[in-house]
Nanobody, 124 residues
Framework: QVHLVESGAGLVQPGTSLRLSCATSGFTFSSYGMGWFRQAPGKEREFVASINWIGGSTFYADSVKGRFTISRDNAKSTLYLQMNSLKPEDTAVYYC?????????????????WGQGTQVTISS
């Protein structure tokens, strides 16, 4: 059974940092591209960042480019999102997701499994 479990939730002040983790099991993590999404209250879920199966290709939403870094540890089957210079508008529930297909070339547009989400709140 596939599991994606996010952690690292928190309430932090603007300008600070937070790192999210997504621990996975039940599938061959190293064969799948992974991504982070977020959903703010009253808004649709939006793409944040993605990384290919070997970690050599990443994509970011313009709103987080230069502040967030997506990475992965295939030995630990874990995905990360380092978030720096956080802003109140980064407040959202953050979800990790896996690509639907293995070894996706280019930007991932088809997502398979999802985590349950973790709340990130940026407030002074």
């Amino acid at each position: 059974q596939v599991h994606l479990v996010e952690s690292g939730a928190g309430l932090v002040q603007p300008g600070t940092s937070l790192r999210l983790s997504c621990a996975t099991s039940g599938f061959t993590f190293s064969s799948y591209g992974m991504g982070w999404f977020r959903q703010a209250p009253g808004k649709e879920r939006e793409f944040v960042a993605s990384i290919n199966w070997i970690g050599g290709s990443t994509f970011y939403a313009d709103s987080v480019k230069g502040r967030f870094t997506i990475s992965r540890d295939n030995a630990k089957s874990t995905l990360y999102l380092q978030m720096n210079s956080l802003k109140p508008e980064d407040t959202a529930v953050y979800y990790c997701a896996s690509a639907r297909q293995t070894h996706t070339i280019g930007r991932i547009t088809d997502w398979g499994y999802w985590g349950q989400g973790t709340q990130v709140t940026i407030s002074s």
